[in-house]
């Protein structure tokens, strides 16, 4: 089940697996998470069974011209199934049904994930620039 109730979020779970297991918040402070939850649109995807969750997508937008999808993460245990491409699917459509017309995002290594929601490289890099201050590779 797919749902962007932000009370369903298992906060405990998404900072571990940010904090702990993912490269680009790698030792990510609770309190940023925590943050970042309240002041973006929250994706869970959890077990029918036991309500567990299991992937987990986050959304930074103004709700009229952009939104950010990131922090992407499906539990290893749940690889492969196609629950990646189901949060940027889900995502892109709920962007769209807002009217938001331009959605980034950046990965290292799930290009094909993405590209199956229809995501394609930035078609002119040169206009792109950014400050990250952050201490990652």
């Known amino acids: 089940m797919l749902s962007s109730d932000p009370s369903q979020i298992d ?3 998404v900072y571990r697996w940010l904090s702990t297991d993912s490269y680009w918040a790698a030792n990510r402070p609770r309190d940023i998470v925590e943050r970042s939850l309240e ?6 995807v959890y077990r029918t069974d ?3 969750q299991v992937a987990f997508a986050r959304i930074v ?7 950010w999808l990131c922090d992407v993460y499906v539990d290893n245990d749940e690889r492969g199934h196609g629950l ?8 892109r459509d709920l962007l769209a049904d807002i009217g938001v017309l331009r959605i980034i995002l950046a990965t290292k290594d799930a290009h094909g994930v993405y590209a199956k929601a229809g995501f394609v490289p930035v ?3 040169d206009r792109w ?9």
């Open 129 to 137: 620039m950014e400050i990250d201050r952050r201490n990652t590779p």
């Open 84 to 91: 990646g491409t189901w949060l940027a699917e889900t995502a």
């Open 50 to 52: 036991d309500q567990t």
């Open 11 to 13: 906060v405990d779970r």
């Open 123 to 125: 078609a002119r890099p």
């Open 61 to 67: 937008t103004d709700r009229a011209t952009f939104g």
């Open 39 to 44: 002041n973006s649109i929250a994706l869970g």
